[in-house]
């Protein structure tokens, strides 16, 4: 059952930005560490970052480092992932994920139990 909604995804140029957010109706996400991840065609879902829920610990794979960032504002409900200076190779399905804040960040699919249905970013001229 999919408790999370992502939105922001889009098209863009390569070198510009977007500003992907998750967000719940059913679920108090200061209650969760928040991870992102990507799936491009025809290759596995892998993990872009992570934010505990105090926000005290972020983390990211070393091919978005220095260009995407992790944030998240507990009341707003909502996370965000800031994603600048944007390649071709960013192409992807994101999806926003939680698991109980007491774990901590994680990088693995079967670590986190809430997902959102994802959303399309195309970086493309």
């Known amino acids: 059952q999919l408790r999370l909604v992502e939105s922001g995804g889009g098209l863009v140029q390569p070198g510009g930005s977007l500003r992907l957010s998750c967000t719940s109706s059913r679920l108090t996400l200061e209650y969760y560490a928040i991870g992102w991840f990507r799936q491009a065609p025809g290759k596995e879902r892998e993990g872009v970052s992570c934010?505990?829920?105090?926000?005290?610990?972020?983390d990211y794979t070393d091919s978005v480092k220095g260009r995407f960032t992790i944030s998240r504002d507990n009341a707003k409900n909502t996370g965000y992932l800031q994603m600048d200076s944007l390649k071709p190779e960013d192409t992807a399905i994101y999806y926003c994920a939680a698991r109980p804040r007491h774990l901590g960040c994680a990088w693995f699919e079967y670590e986190y139990d809430q997902w959102g249905q994802g959303t399309q970013v195309t970086v493309s001229s």
């Open positions: 934010i505990t829920s105090s926000s005290s610990v972020t």
